[in-house]
């Protein structure tokens, strides 16, 4: 679950770490008043919850109260990264000596948190990371523990830091603080501005949290933060959904892992999944036939994949969903490839219904069954 811009920043402030002056609006003119207010040269950012807004043209530099309301008003109607900005962040432009990359999340081949400092902040880290790896220092934690000043200070060394070195190494003990109590996935500052006269400030922060933890503060609920009104009703079923872009292949899956297999699998084959949907394990008649109705609600869709594997799910009653949905003439191909507890069973279901059934164990057959029939409607 991630938070919004503004939110991790305002949680960055209770844990003392220094944001800009900002205020969230929701129109050009509360823009141009938030401007005043803040005065000066302001930046004017979409609220999406999406990686590269610059790139994408969801930041912009303002020198005036006027420029703040018409950058809003052109964030506020085009969709960034595909999301509609229903908010944005209006706060003062802070000037930078120099710019860092402080961030805190879990390695997973060690299982543990990491530390990561690096002096090339503003940067892509990931590009970074790969590129040019020795750029980032990290620092692995006891989970059990803390990070502790000098290890803090330690990492900084690392890092190449001498002049603000102490600063740096309170604020990184600061932010692994806010991860542990708040049970987060990553916390992230990139940039962090290191100013002239050696103060320090956030200019962006990105904070994703568990969304297994319950009792979140209210507005902070997973289901709450998706934009997507398909993914946000998969949510509220207990399923995962992702739009995939305009894609050809509807495709419903019976695990992540799974679903993640066969969208590369329809990639190597020359087509394109229009979207992820993961059901989870507890499949039933009308969740199947609402995950169906769900996925060819999708404008691009002209063929139906469903891949299913039934270790602990009733494919057999699933199988009754798909046939009350293809009951309905969706008027696309449907293929079904569903193998485990009942499946001779769940078969004969799904044939009868009309759907193309592929018995076969690999899930590479059922991607040439479905990528024929979309061969053979152009």
Known sequence: MRLHEH???????????????????????????????????TVVKAQVLAGGRAKAGGIRL??????????????????????????????????????????VTIDPAAGCPVAML???????????????????????????????????????????????????????????????AEQALMVEINPLAWLADGRLCALDAVVELDDAVPDRRAGWEPAARLEDDRARAARQLGMTFVDLGPG????????????????????RAGARAANFLETGGGLTRELMAQA??????????RALLINLYGGINPIHDAARGVADVLAEGPGIPVVAKALGNRQEETWSLLAQAGAEVVTAMDSESAVRAVVRHLASRR
Not at 118 to 124: K, L, Q, W
Not at 127 to 151: F, M, N, V, Y
Not at 152 to 162: H, K, M, N, V, W
Not at 248 to 267: F, K, P, Q, R, Y
Request: aromatic share 4%.
């Open 62 to 103: 303002a020198a005036s109260p006027e420029a703040a309301a018409a950058a809003a008003g052109e964030l506020l109607q085009r969709p960034i990264r595909g999301l509609a900005a229903r908010a944005v962040l209006v706060e003062s432009w802070v000037p930078a000596a120099a710019q860092l990359y402080l961030g």
């Open 7 to 41: 939110e991790a920043k305002a949680l960055f402030a209770e844990w003392g770490i220094a944001v800009p002056d900002g205020e969230v609006v929701a129109s050009p003119a509360a823009a141009a008043a938030a401007a005043r207010r803040i005065g000066g040269r």
């Open 248 to 267: 050809e292949i509807g495709l419903i899956c019976s695990g992540a892992g799974l679903g993640m297999a066969t969208v590369d699998l329809i990639a």
């Open 118 to 180: 690096s002096r090339e902040g503003g940067t892509e880290i990931e590009t970074l990371a790969c590129q040019r790896p020795a750029a980032i220092a990290r620092r692995l934690i006891d989970p059990c523990g803390t990070l502790a000043p000098d290890e803090a200070s330690s990492l900084a060394g690392a890092a190449g830091l001498d002049a603000g070195m102490a600063a740096v190494a309170g604020l990184l003990v600061r932010l692994y603080e806010l991860f542990r």
């Open 292 to 301: 169906m109705r769900l996925v060819l609600s999708q404008p691009s869709v």
